[in-house]
């Protein structure tokens, strides 16, 4: 089976066939891959002023900036699934110049740490499953004059968003963002094996270990974890919140659960670590946050390390499901 993909000395819309094994290779060095492509000397200058989601937004075509560019507060900024498409028929792979292709994967590995940015084109590669249809996709909510500009990359199990007037990162734009992957196979084993969001879940586990027993048994509730229907799986609740509350904790396993937080984030770029975490401990939100971890059908391999659990509470919504391989949403305005 062919399948298409853009040459990347063809010019806009033109197209070549690839084979099925070619895909990932040839997406990876174009769209996500891990080398930086070179961006054209008459726009040097003005690169150096703008932030990466700005030289992108100015680089558009009249028609791009027609199908890619909404209203600030259009309904799907505050939409967020696992699987799903910001501008469905205008793809990373097709719509856009090879420059404009680096551009956006230039911001998209901005967003994310150093040390986690392979395996973050990783999975956006892996999750095309073979497949150029499954291409991601971009867009912008609002213009340079809205104070809340944003830049958005959508696509299989990745939705990340951005302030588009700053290379600062300011966390993750205020509405929900999505991270998942199935590494090896779609039921993945106990141990998430290849999974770059694992560590997050070990992580959690390694938190949950220091309650005490009584701790721990109010954390494992007996219900089923959050819905994951796009407008439920977000859901900011008041009430009916399960686990053990924040302000049950000592103040060590406060600030232990804040130390955890910061390091699950740690994939995502310092900034916006750090103006999330700002945000919490400012508001003191961990006070009002509930943690819950989740058994039976949702704990691969009965071994009681909890695949599935929530941080959550009137302000924030953090979910990590493991089963049969990894969702998370995240979803706090900063």
């Known amino acids: 089976m062919n399948l298409i993909l ?16 070619d895909v990932l290779r040839a997406f990876g060095a174009t769209a996500v891959g891990t080398a930086f492509g070179a961006f054209p000397k008459l726009q040097a200058a003005a690169a150096e002023k703008d932030s990466l989601p700005m030289q992108f937004y100015r680089s558009l075509t009249e028609e791009q900036h027609a199908k890619i560019c909404l209203p600030v507060n259009h309904p799907k900024r505050q939409f967020v699934s696992n699987w799903w498409y910001i ?6 792979n097709t719509f856009y110049t ?26 956006v590669q892996k999750d095309l499953m073979g497949n150029i249809k499954n291409t991601p996709s971009v867009g912008f909510f ?14 299989h199990h990745v939705t990340r968003r951005c302030h588009a007037n700053t290379d600062k990162g300011l966390g993750f734009g205020g509405a929900p963002i999505f991270y998942g992957n199935f590494a090896k196979a779609f039921r993945e084993s106990k141990d998430h094996e290849g999974n770059p969001f694992w560590y997050q879940g070990l992580l959690f586990n390694e938190f949950y270990g ?9 954390a494992l ?48 770029r310092a900034d916006d670590v750090a103006a999330t975490m700002k945000t919490i401990e400012d508001n003191k939100l961990v006070e009002r ?6 058994g039976g059908a949702y704990d691969i391999g009965d071994d009681k390390v909890w695949d599935t659990w ?22 706090l305005a900063v």
């Not at 399960?242 to 390091?263: E, F, N, V, Y």
């Open 6 to 21: 853009p040459s990347s000395d063809m010019p806009l819309l033109t197209r070549r066939d690839v084979s099925r094994r």
């Open 87 to 92: 501008c469905p028929e205008q793809r990373l």
């Open 98 to 123: 090879q420059d404009q292709q680096d551009l956006v994967r230039q911001i998209f590995e901005s967003l994310h740490s150093p040390e986690h940015r392979e395996k973050m084109n990783w999975q």
């Open 142 to 155: 609002g213009t340079p004059a809205d104070r809340d500009f944003e830049f958005i990359y959508t696509g």
């Open 210 to 218: 220091a309650l005490d027993g009584k701790q721990q048994e109010k």
């Open 221 to 268: 509730v007996g219900r089923a974890p959050r819905d994951e229907k796009p407008a439920t799986v977000i859901e900011k609740r008041k009430t009916d919140l399960p686990g053990i509350c924040g302000a049950d904790l000592s103040k060590d396993q406060q600030a232990k659960l804040l130390d955890t937080m910061r390091r699950m984030l740690a994939c995502f």
């Open 289 to 294: 946050l509930f943690i819950s971890c989740y």
């Open 310 to 331: 929530q941080i959550e509470g009137p302000e924030m919504v953090w979910y990590f499901r493991g089963v049969p391989h990894i969702h998370a949403y995240f979803h």
